[in-house]
């Protein structure tokens, strides 16, 4: 309850500024969380984090249990991640290119329907490549599209409590995903999966019908300065020293925390009874509950405190992370330790959005340099399971969460030295 | 949540190589055209994989589960006309693919899928590659199992493999690796493991 009071006052404080501002998008004079749009986008968020949860490691499962083997299964998902890895920018510019983000953010929306179908329908080799296509290129499109809705619907003096709430719904979503896709793999069938997947993708649609209404708003978000012509504003957003060594942060980040989970998965897996896959998804959850609960907090933090400090915050729970789980016996001890997951968790959650507009908000090319940022990310996500693999399998588990420990650190360290804040002095200021 | 599989180098390869056909399908406005077998068959070569452990349930000597005997190749690239001659039938109530099945320990909760089979120069059948525990994809192991230690129910509707081992007797298995040089697999308990023919 304090919490929303609080949340009310900087709204109200901020929201003069935000209107003299010609910044993104038309002046919100209510909180981000009671004007119809902000309840959209809270909706939004958590819809579409349930339907993200079908498309993980589970796809291998499900796969397998159609009778696929080890090496197409592998090609399937290399095919994704490559495609993900290869539309990520440029899927960032579309988004930019495009006025109406409304429109995008359904597109995408029916394509994961789209592809969670050909999944559950026809899981053949062919159908599950086009449906790895066409979900990854949707996913590069959708979070892009919803960050510059809520640049437009929020403003900038609000933008941190904002993506706070999205990131909030954003988690209950995956969470209640993970549940609801758990019980109905353990109960039903792994094809059923798929089908709540695509059913799920239909509430999702219904709360665009407020945020349809911003068509303009989008537009302005978009293109703001872009006056200047769209090649002249990209040269310098992407030689920027900022832009650069957040991504390059983010992606020592992920480098150093992709693989943990599964680590750890597997390490519960070998030594805990019949409730290790209980732990796992309790591991799963738990920081999902961490980063509901604490994102606005951490979004208001980075607008009072600055990005700079939150995101160290965020970063230093992973090198402790990783050196309590080595140095644990007891592999129950795992799920506690999560809870530095979601610490980090809400910290990039929010702040990948926020400082990636504070730093191209105004370019006309917020969305490619998101998409940018996911890129690096990405690459990050992809080389961390096979280095811990790799160190895992000569060294042991502990050595293996070490390294990551010491990715992580590094990090911290590039984040600490290297990283400027990015905040501007003031809310409203031009 | 996007954390995707390991064994990236070979992986990417693949991909990019599987990338290209599809692509061109994709362009060529062909991708109504239902599963597409033959550009998918070429690229996995999933389909005699799923037929060979199949056959090797009920006949030992199955073909496809045998790829030193050069007298099958011609069965394989089977474009020409003639049928092969010795067709036997496979009935569906007896014999059954295997990849994918669910195993189940002696209480009859699931443990994990068969992922692979590994067999003998003869084709013999060794041990299964079970894909045990995990959430959601997420923390599962692959171990190898004797191949004695498993029983089949084919011919049931939804029949999954029984294992005969307990949950805590499997669970601590080393890892199977299908590149490293010697892996361990779990045998009969009550068999000195020395006299195992995995040795061999």
Do not use: Y
């Given at each position: 309850m304090a919490r929303n009071d609080r949340a009310g006052k900087v709204a109200r404080t901020g929201a003069p500024g935000g209107g003299k501002d010609s910044g993104a998008g038309p002046p919100v004079t209510s909180p981000p969380a009671t004007s119809p749009a902000g309840r959209g986008l809270d909706w939004l968020n958590l819809f579409v984090g349930n339907i993200q949860t079908g498309f993980g490691p589970f796809i291998a499962v499900y796969l397998t249990t159609q009778g696929w083997t080890e090496t197409s299964i592998g090609l399937a998902l290399s095919l994704g991640t490559i495609s993900a890895m290869a539309s990520q920018v440029p899927?960032?510019?579309?988004?930019?290119?495009?006025?109406?983000?409304?429109?995008?953010?359904?597109?995408?929306?029916l394509a994961f329907s789209l592809g969670a179908l050909l999944f559950a329908i026809q899981p053949t080799p062919l159908p599950v490549y086009l449906a790895e296509i066409?979900?990854?290129?949707?996913?590069?499109?959708l979070g892009p599209a919803i960050a510059a809705i809520s640049l437009a619907v929020a403003g900038p003096a609000m933008l941190g409590l904002r993506f706070g709430r999205n990131t909030r719904f954003a988690s209950i979503g995956n969470g209640i995903g993970a549940a609801l896709m758990g019980a109905c793999g353990y109960y039903v069938s792994e094809r059923a999966v798929f089908f709540l997947t695509a059913a799920l993708t239909l509430p999702a649609l219904v709360p665009l019908l407020p945020l349809a209404r911003l068509g303009t708003g989008g537009r302005a978000a978009g293109r703001?300065?872009?006056?200047?012509?769209?090649?002249?504003?990209?040269?310098?957003?992407?030689?920027?020293?900022?832009?650069?060594?957040?991504?390059?942060?983010?992606?020592?980040?992920?480098?150093?925390?992709?693989?943990?989970?599964?680590?750890?998965?597997?390490?519960?897996?070998?030594?805990?009874?019949?409730?290790?896959?209980?732990?796992?998804?309790?591991?799963?959850?738990?920081?999902?509950?961490?980063?509901?609960?604490?994102?606005?907090?951490?979004?208001?933090?980075?607008?009072?405190?600055?990005?700079?400090?939150?995101?160290?915050?965020?970063?230093?729970?992973?090198?402790?992370?990783?050196?309590?789980?080595?140095?644990?016996?007891?592999?129950?001890?795992?799920?506690p330790v999560q809870i530095l997951d979601g610490i980090a968790g809400a910290a990039i959650g929010v702040l990948v959005p926020l400082v990636t507009s504070d730093i191209a908000g105004r370019s006309g090319h917020f969305n490619l340099a998101l998409g940018f940022v996911g890129f690096a990310i990405g690459i990050g996500a992809t080389l961390?399971?096979?280095?811990?693999?790799?160190?895992?399998?000569?060294?042991?588990n502990s050595i293996a969460l070490l390294g990551l420990a010491g990715v992580g650190l590094a990090a911290t360290a590039l984040v600490w030295g290297a990283m400027p804040e990015t905040r501007t002095p003031q809310p409203g200021t031009p | 949540m996007t954390i995707r599989g390991s064994g990236l180098r070979r992986r990417l390869l693949c991909g990019l190589a599987a990338a290209a056909p599809v692509l061109t399908i994709l362009a060529s406005g062909g991708l109504a055209a239902s599963p597409g077998e033959p550009p998918a068959a070429q690229a996995t070569g999933q389909k005699p994989a799923q037929a060979g452990p199949a056959a090797s349930t009920t006949a030992p000597a199955a073909p496809a589960t045998a790829p030193p005997k050069p007298a099958t190749a011609p069965a394989a690239t089977a474009a020409a006309p003639p049928k092969p001659k010795n067709l036997e039938p496979l009935q569906s109530a007896a014999s059954s693919g295997i990849l994918g099945k669910k195993v189940t320990g002696p209480d009859g909760r699931e443990l994990g899928l068969i992922v692979d089979v590994v067999v003998a120069a003869d084709g013999h059948p060794l041990a299964a590659i079970i894909d045990f525990g995990g959430f959601l994809g997420v923390g599962s192991r692959k171990i190898a199992i004797d191949w004695r230690l498993l029983r089949f129910d084919p011919g049931q509707p939804d029949w999954q493999v029984a294992l005969r081992l307990s949950r805590a007797e499997v669970q601590a298995a080393p890892e199977y690796k299908p590149d490293a040089a010697t892996n361990q697999m779990v045998g009969p308990p009550w068999e000195a493991p020395a006299s195992r023919n995995g040795e061999k």
């Open positions: 899927a960032g510019a579309m988004v930019d290119a495009i006025a109406n983000k409304a429109a995008v953010v359904f597109f995408s929306i066409i979900h990854s290129f949707s996913s590069c499109t703001d300065a872009g006056s200047g012509g769209w090649r002249d504003g990209l040269r310098p957003l992407l030689t920027d020293r900022r832009l650069l060594i957040f991504a390059a942060s983010l992606m020592l980040f992920t480098l150093g925390n992709a693989a943990i989970l599964p680590l750890i998965g597997s390490a519960l897996t070998e030594r805990v009874g019949s409730t290790a896959s209980l732990l796992i998804a309790a591991c799963i959850v738990l920081p999902q509950l961490v980063v509901a609960a604490i994102s606005p907090a951490i979004g208001r933090l980075a607008e009072t405190r600055g990005r700079r400090l939150v995101l160290l915050l965020g970063f230093c729970t992973l090198p402790i992370r990783g050196l309590l789980f080595a140095a644990a016996s007891d592999p129950a001890f795992a799920v961390s399971t096979s280095l811990a693999g790799a160190i895992a399998d000569r060294f042991g | -």
